[in-house]
């Protein structure tokens, strides 16, 4: 399959939101988002990494205008669901790398994480999909992330 | 922006490999999966989620074929970057409801995992982008996940 790079699409003004050390069994995380959902929070992305010793994290992004709405209910949720802690990042940003066919070409994630390496771009959080790669970094460093990504993969002028 | 839901798609024989307690600094991640883009390993899913204490993990998924292979470069590159620890889990499924504007609907991730709650099935892993929720669950309960999330959204039959 060939490698078809449609672009580098970015989010700034992002929050993250974590749950940290959850209980990780059934009907967790459908509490959290269900608590979320009823009031109507507009959610990013959703990561939940592996687990260890039967704990879990859980962590999201918002715009950070709905910030302050969305931690008051995790905040909620984590006495709840018996969670250790919720933290939250006010000055997250998203860089993701678009395109046809990205799934399964590992170079175009070791390539992508690369430029941001030799920019000293700190990698602070990491999702894929069938047609994209997306990190979470510091919102301060997101012009010069999409920069470097567009100069890595040749793609021209950011639009 | 409503939201059309096209199906429920899932992936069986599955591994996910997990790197845990990496130094979370620039460098890392591309040191990671340049090594295993220069051994042609094929990527599924890449998953991280949030540091503490200066350590993250960093998980990704292969054919269950390709397991062994990516194992070894996980071993040496644990070393390398001096990681706690490699896990892996030879028994994961990826399922996933897809569909357009998902991405701001916490409702249909909320109901996708009430879904698999009240049929005692484990979210173990969550990743999102724009047009869809993956989740990794155990391999054994796929059959099954896809059927209640049919049902869940009224999907009619299971392609
Ligand atoms: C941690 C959380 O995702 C849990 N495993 C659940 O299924 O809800
Ligand atoms: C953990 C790893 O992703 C690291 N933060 C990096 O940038 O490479």
Redesign the pocket.
Known sequence: EDIVISGVAYNRNLSKISLLGVPDRPGIAAEFFGRLAEHHIVIGMIIQNVGTHGLNDISFTVDRAEEKKALKIARDACKALKAKDVIVDSNVAKVSVVGVGIKSHTEVAARM?AA??RNNI???S?TTSEIRISCLIRESEVDRAVKVIHDEFALGEAA
Chains 1, 2 share one sequence.
């Open positions: 994480f941001l390496a700190n990698i602070e990491i």
